[in-house]
């Protein structure tokens, strides 16, 4: 259980997203919030390789000052659409035209992360394909209304009003939120057997 193998460290949440914190909390898991300030700049290098370079670069930024016994968890999550990378929306009109992008098609939500201590570091990713409901217009001006897509990659939550539009999903619901569950622990497996943990 991922709570077992973590209990000798404190436990560093380098993001400043609920979602996350709230994922960890589910797993009994209380962290505390170190808010990395890296720029995330999205390039036409392959989506998972820089949801993995962003989440390492939150990492490295937060190992800097980390102690010894804190365990750093970093990530980032990218919406990918026909080969195109939908970020957080710049402003309503942008998630208007992310939404009416994902209206009745299909994508994929990345999550890259990085976890480890100041000694060592393991980096993964996750995908997870999302199938839209067909959107209307006022759907889509409604949704915006509630600024729930304003702060999330791809101007949706799975986990609020943006849950009425989804019909389909294949792989880790809570990717989509933001923290790949399983890999994470996979990754923490992993870093056990090596005894980096």
Do not use: W
């Not at 991922?2 to 993001?15: E, G, N, R, W």
């Not at 949801?51 to 937060?62: S, W």
């Amino acid at each position: 259980m991922i709570d077992k193998i973590l209990s000798t460290y404190k436990v560093v949440l380098a993001s400043a997203s609920p979602r996350r914190r709230e994922i960890l909390s589910l797993l009994s898991i209380k962290s505390e919030i170190r808010v990395s300030d890296v720029a995330e700049p999205i390039t036409d290098e392959d989506p998972a390789l820089q949801a993995m370079k962003h989440a390492r670069n939150k990492f490295l930024e937060i190992s800097q000052n980390a102690g010894k016994d804190e365990f750093i968890i970093a990530a980032d999550t990218i919406v990918v659409l026909d080969g195109r990378i939908l970020g957080k929306p710049r402003d309503e009109a942008e998630a208007q035209e992310f939404l009416r992008a994902l209206s009745g098609n299909t994508h994929t939500v990345i999550s890259g992360i990085c976890v480890g201590t100041c000694r060592n570091l393991q980096c993964a990713y996750e995908s997870t394909v999302v199938q839209f409901a067909r959107l209307s217009d006022a759907e889509i001006a409604d949704y915006i209304l509630t600024l729930e897509p304003l702060d999330k990659a791809g101007a949706y939550g799975i986990q609020g009003f943006g849950s009425q539009f989804i019909t389909r999903l294949e792989g880790c619901y809570f990717n989509v939120m933001g923290f790949p569950v399983r890999k994470f622990y996979e990754t923490l497996q992993s870093m056990k057997q090596e005894g980096s943990l």
